[in-house]
């Protein structure tokens, strides 16, 4: 009996020591979308400066499918410990519980919240050659041509931001649906689509070669940085609005220790040289905060997208 009170006590004791010390070992960051989309941009970033941080090796993992289901999936199947974290998108925590039933996770019961990391919106984009160059463009040729014009989405973001764009415009567009966003755009350089709404981190450097053009940007205002471009509101379509945001989660389970120190080394990130440059680049707006702040938040983030969902006739593709 001594013995074992001996070592309960140890363990007791230790708890503390550990939660302080943490992290202790290398960390794995999953990153449930493709590389070279505007979440796995942040997530590089992030997962960089967690590294000098706190002196541990940090691995991105990049699962994506199924609208990040399959990383999604993969985190919150993850030990509990603090050694595995998601940084993922409105896309699998407030949208994807409207259009698939059922998943194979739940955006609230398998996740503790950490930190929002960022918001912004998307742009709307289309080929090079299609003979148009404003949203009221867009509307009249797709009324003048409906079910030919082609869109392509590769995330519930920016087939969310179609889907209203359509209902909101009355126009009849035809949906590609992709693995990811980095294809959708793929395809419209290649002329094979016609439009896409797309985030700034992907979208905005081939508006800027001239590979494509940017019709309009999806804020209820003009975008800072990017005030060239009207609001799809301003251009035909009253009330339109759609924003964007990352965060990080852990799996259910994790020791609130953890969680604490983890949310403080991500508002470290945050306020780093490195992530505002990354944030200067994408025009991001940082939004980190409490992990309480962040159950608040996505619990709007998923009723707003909910009614978004019922208005626009989304459906499992």
């Not at 000098?52 to 030990?79: C, E, I, M, Y």
């Not at 980190?288 to 978004?308: D, M, N, R, V």
């Amino acid at each position: 009996m001594r013995l074992l009170f001996g070592l309960l006590a140890g363990i007791l004791l230790a708890a503390p020591v550990a939660a302080q010390d943490y992290p202790t070992r290398p960390i794995r960051v999953i990153a449930p979308f493709a590389p070279g989309s505007g979440t796995d941009t942040t997530v590089r970033v992030v997962a960089s400066e967690l590294s000098r941080l706190t002196g541990q090796p940090v691995k991105v993992d990049n699962l994506p499918g199924v609208d990040g289901q399959t990383g999604t999936q993969a985190a919150a199947s993850a030990p509990p410990d603090g050694y595995t974290i998601l940084i993922t998108t409105q896309t699998t925590q407030s949208i994807n519980p409207h259009i698939y039933r059922p998943l194979p996770y739940d955006p609230v019961k398998s996740f503790a919240p950490v930190s929002a990391l960022s918001g912004a919106a998307q742009i709307v984009l289309v080929r090079r050659d299609l003979e148009v160059r404003s949203i009221t463009g867009l509307i009249a040729l797709a009324k003048e041509q409906p079910g030919k014009l082609t869109y392509g989405t590769g995330n519930g973001s920016s087939r969310g931001a179609a889907e209203l764009f359509k209902m909101m415009a009355q126009v009849d567009l035809r949906g590609v649906t992709y693995k990811d966003q980095p294809l959708a755009l793929a395809d419209l350089l290649r002329g094979r689509l016609d439009v896409i709404f797309c985030d700034f981190t992907l979208g905005l450097p081939p508006v800027h070669e001239g590979r494509v053009h940017g019709l309009a940007v999806s804020s209820a205002q003009r975008y800072p940085g990017l005030e060239q471009f009207p609001t799809v509101a301003e251009s035909g379509v009253p009330g339109y609005e759609l924003t964007t945001w990352n965060a990080v989660y852990v799996p259910a389970g994790t020791p609130r220790p953890a969680i604490d120190k983890l949310n403080k080394l991500v508002r470290a990130v945050v306020d780093s040289e490195a992530y505002r440059a990354l944030l200067g680049r994408t025009l991001s707006v940082p939004i980190a905060g409490s992990p309480e702040q962040l159950t608040a938040f996505q619990a709007k983030e998923t009723a707003k997208w909910g009614e978004i969902v019922r208005i626009s006739g989304m459906r499992e593709p």
